[in-house]
Structure formats: structure tokens, C-alpha cells
């Protein structure tokens, strides 16, 4: 019985404060369209179900490691190359490695941070909401911004719009202290982040790979290992 509580407990993943208003929405909808024809309010249901996963929030497993840096999102690794990062974000005008992670409407959409430090800037740049996967999604879309003091030097995490994500939520705020793993935003309905790294930082993540927020390390200081190479099997 007590195994069977926990498979349970730990099958029931909670639902983030921000998405309680949604899933009602869906819900009450669902009744309605129940009032207007039976099969409605299933498809209704079917999508309510859909928006609690949405915004589920599970709890993750961080590594305690000032020399990694961990996945800011769940999604896939859709970029990792050397960038010359937006110019609001004050990192200069030198490339830096990007690596950026896509989420679709079945990822977790809570964000992470991706290292352990001292958020000294937030800034919004309002945009488009062109397809996330498309390069020019770092620059044309609407975005959000922060950049994180840490042990190897100032890393930015963007948070970028996608075409159906329409609101970016940020809560932590300017001189706040961050932990790796610790919650700071959220994109609803499909979108990206851009991670840039400070130098000496080695990728470990390949385009395609699947990531896990909090937990997957997408990139190493202080390794004498070059760039991860990865293949399909």
C-alpha cells in the first residue's frame, strides 16, 4: 500500500501557480461546450488535461557544480555555435557560444537557472513572434533578457517568444541571488531560450539532443575535453 501511495505521489506532478487560472478556463469551457453538444465537452476535457501537463512543475535533481552549467529548459538543443550576443544584454561585441533550447507545447515550460550566481540585469526588448526554431528568432521576436554574475564570468539566458508562446514571466528581479536549478521565469505555448556561456566554457550537448531542466549539462569550465561529439543510433 505504501508503494502504491508513492507511485502515485510521484506520477502526480504539481501544477505551477501561474497555470491554476488556465486550467479552470479550460475546464468551465468544456462545460459549456458540453451544454452544446456531449462530444465537446470531451475534446474540451482532452485539452484541459493537456493545459494542467503544460504547466506542470516537477521537482528536479540539480548538480552542485559552480564548473557546469545545466539546462536553463526541457526541450531540444536546436543551436550550438559562437554568436556576438544582443546588444542590450552589455556582454560586447565578441562571439560567444550560444547554445539554444526549443521547447514545443509538450515541454515543461518552467525555466532554471542555469548556474549558480547574481542576476545584475534584466532587460525586455518587446518583438515578433516568428517561429522560434529560426535563427532570427534571437533577434526579431520578443524577449526577455538576464544576465547572471557567476564564478567564470557574466553568462546571459534569453528568453525568447515563440509563434503560439504570447507572454514571458520573469520573477526574479535585479541583485537577486540565484541558485543553479532555481526557478526564475516562464513561456507559455512553445518557445526558446539562448544560453550564451562565458569564455572557456566547452559545449556538452549536440544539436538534437533532448534536455532536461535543472538537470542535463549543456556545458563545462576548467575541462581539458574538447566539445562533445555525439551520433544517432
Known sequence: MVNLLDTIRNT??????????????????????????APLFWIGLVLTLWCAYFFRDPERVIPQDDDIIVSPADGRVS?????????????????????SVF???????????????RVSQIVYRP???????????????ERNGLVIETKHGKLGVVQIAGLVARRILCFVHQNEPLDAGERF???????????YVPEGGQPRVSLGQR??????????????????ISRRN
Open 12 to 37: 502526480l506532478v504539481p501544477i505551477h501557480k501561474e497555470g491554476y487560472v488556465f486550467v479552470i478556463a479550460f475546464f468551465v469551457a468544456s462545460l459549456l461546450l458540453g451544454l452544446i453538444a
Open 79 to 99: 543551436s550550438v555555435q559562437m554568436v556576438v550576443p544582443p546588444a542590450e544584454l552589455g556582454l560586447g561585441s565578441e562571439p560567444m557560444l550560444r547554445i
Open 103 to 117: 521547447m514545443n507545447v509538450f515541454d515543461c515550460h518552467v525555466n532554471r537557472s542555469p548556474a549558480r550566481g
Open 127 to 141: 518583438g515578433q513572434f516568428v517561429n522560434a526554431e529560426l535563427d532570427k528568432a534571437s533577434v526579431d521576436n
Open 185 to 195: 521565469g516562464l513561456i507559455r505555448f512553445g518557445s526558446r531560450l539562448d544560453i
Open 211 to 228: 534536455t532536461i531542466c535543472g538537470e542535463t549539462v549543456i556545458a563545462e569550465f576548467n575541462s581539458n575535453k574538447g566539445p562533445t
